[in-house]
């Protein structure tokens, strides 16, 4: 048997020859280059610890609804964004009054409903410096007697207007001058409640930032003065034909008779109680000069 299965004559298989430009496969024995890593020959299993394999779910399939993301509540929204308003608002408003701290405001919202009615709005920025101290006067007689003393709010003006209020006749009010400035330069007329809580805002702001001359100043030159006519200086040039460098004692006390009402009151040749309330601001200017109740703007 063994020489039958020798003499049978059949050849060996022959191994197919490798091209003559293909290097020959490296030996298990054969040194290896240092950069060299075996190339993985199966698919490698992700060890302990290893980050899941991405969701290849298609697109606009949802996973489960536990792991889905809640929305925000409506109420969580809406309070965040009432929250980015104020802080919006509390920043231009305080950037606003430290600006008007150096620079005169451009112009007033009364002013461009002067504008918007076909008035037109004349004004003359004047330092308060150039401005007669009788005009300062007749402001602090006719308006604010304790304006250098408080701090923004007179509490007993307002409790003597509220008890005479009470009693019926002519509504008076008892806003200070820092009140009347924060309202004429920020905000409108009218509105009620709120605009009174936004007044009562800007004139701490004011009283905090611009200090008590600031304040004159401004008032005394966007401080309505005549229709269509803002300031001291442009109400001076109106009625008196010159400015308000040189105001004597009664042509100060008749512009600031026009303060509270200066679209029904006239600045020259006033009559009634127009006329009555100069004739007691004029008598009043040197009680000021001689109290001492201008030392804050002298």
Excluded at 81 to 107: C, D, E, N, Q, T
Excluded at 175 to 199: C, D, H, M, P, W
Excluded at 243 to 270: F, N, T, W, Y
Aim: charged share 25%; net charge positive.
């Amino acid at each position: 048997m063994g020489d039958q299965d020798r003499d049978t004559g059949a050849e060996p298989p022959r191994q197919p020859e490798a091209p003559a430009d293909i290097p020959p496969a490296p030996s298990a024995s054969a040194p290896r280059p240092r950069d060299w890593s075996p190339r993985a020959t199966t698919a490698q299993q992700p060890g302990l610890g290893a980050p899941p394999m991405p969701d290849l779910r298609p697109l606009g399939e949802e996973s489960s609804p536990g792991k889905a993301r809640a929305r925000k509540p409506l109420l969580r929204r809406l309070l965040f964004w009432i929250l980015k308003a104020v802080l919006l608002f509390l920043a231009v408003s305080i950037g606003m009054v430290i600006v008007y701290r150096f620079v005169p405001p451009p112009i007033t919202w009364t002013q461009i409903g002067d504008i918007v009615g076909g008035h037109g709005a004349t004004k003359r920025w004047m330092s308060i410096d150039r401005i007669d101290p009788n005009m300062t006067r007749a402001a602090i007689a006719a308006e604010d007697a304790r304006f250098c003393a408080h701090h923004g709010f007179d509490l007993t003006a307002i409790e003597q207007a509220y008890a005479r209020n009470q009693k019926g006749g002519r509504i008076r009010g008892g806003s200070t001058i820092s009140q009347q400035t924060a309202k004429n330069v920020f905000l409108f007329q009218g509105g009620g409640y709120v605009r009174k809580a936004l007044e009562a805002y800007f004139t701490v702001l004011i009283e905090n930032i611009w200090g008590k001359r600031r304040i004159m100043e401004v008032y005394l030159n966007v401080a309505e003065t005549g229709i269509g006519t803002y300031g001291v200086n442009a109400g001076a040039m109106r009625y008196f034909k010159h400015d308000a460098s040189r105001l004597s004692p009664r042509e100060a006390a008749q512009i600031a008779a026009v303060l509270p009402l200066p679209k029904k009151r006239a600045g020259i040749d006033p009559r009634g109680f127009t006329r009555r309330y100069g004739n007691a601001i004029t008598s009043r200017i040197g009680t000021v000069r001689g109290d001492g109740l201008d030392d804050c703007v002298r």
